[in-house]
């Protein structure tokens, strides 16, 4: 799956000129924590985060009034707390990189670009929605997740059994086992009750971690 079939559009940006309590009562409004900025032409040129406006504050402030500051912190506009070296990606960015460059950068959103114009955005929330999807939250069925030895086949004989004995996987995820010898499996099935899917699978699988009934209350 590509960035461009799961990123938010279309995409709220500002100029830098704006107020940042402009800028902040935008992010209210619209229920978001970022904000991409761009010039007249519309090229980006940084990128805001309700962080960066909530903590901006005029230097030297502690002997001024409430009023002095909120005057000052009026006065303070975006390009002056913006994100300048803007981390971007293109809508033909695979998922799993756009995720993998958020963790290693720490960061929460990352603009997608075409020929330096931003076209969408994909944001932690974005790929939140995709886990759900990723593991069935919002599907009813027999929950389970075990332990499967990392051989080449076993996974293929695995979903075999469970099929033949008239369970329909609705989705599967892999992840990393207790070793390199081994994978856990997180699957959920309908079709089949939760007894009868344990004597399926126990004899592919090293343990069960986890089996339960999953439904949507």
Known sequence: MLVK??????????????????ALNLMKKEKIRR???VNQRGHLVGIVSDKDLLHASPSNATSLSV????????KIDVEQVMTQNVITITEDTPLEDAARIM????????????DDIVVGIITETDLFKIFLELLGAREPGVRLSCLVPNIAGELAQLTKA??????????????LGESSENREITLKVDGITQQ???SVVEPFIEKILDIRESSLS
């Open 5 to 22: 079939e799961r990123m938010s559009l279309p995409v709220i940006t500002i100029h830098p000129e704006m107020p940042i309590m402009e």
């Open 35 to 37: 904000l991409p900025v």
């Open 67 to 74: 009023w002095e500051i909120s005057y000052l912190v009026s």
């Open 103 to 114: 963790v290693d950068n720490k960061i929460g959103g990352l603009p997608v670009v075409e």
């Open 162 to 175: 469970i099929f033949e004995a008239g369970g329909n996987i609705l989705t599967l995820g892999i992840f």
């Open 196 to 198: 009868s899917l344990v």
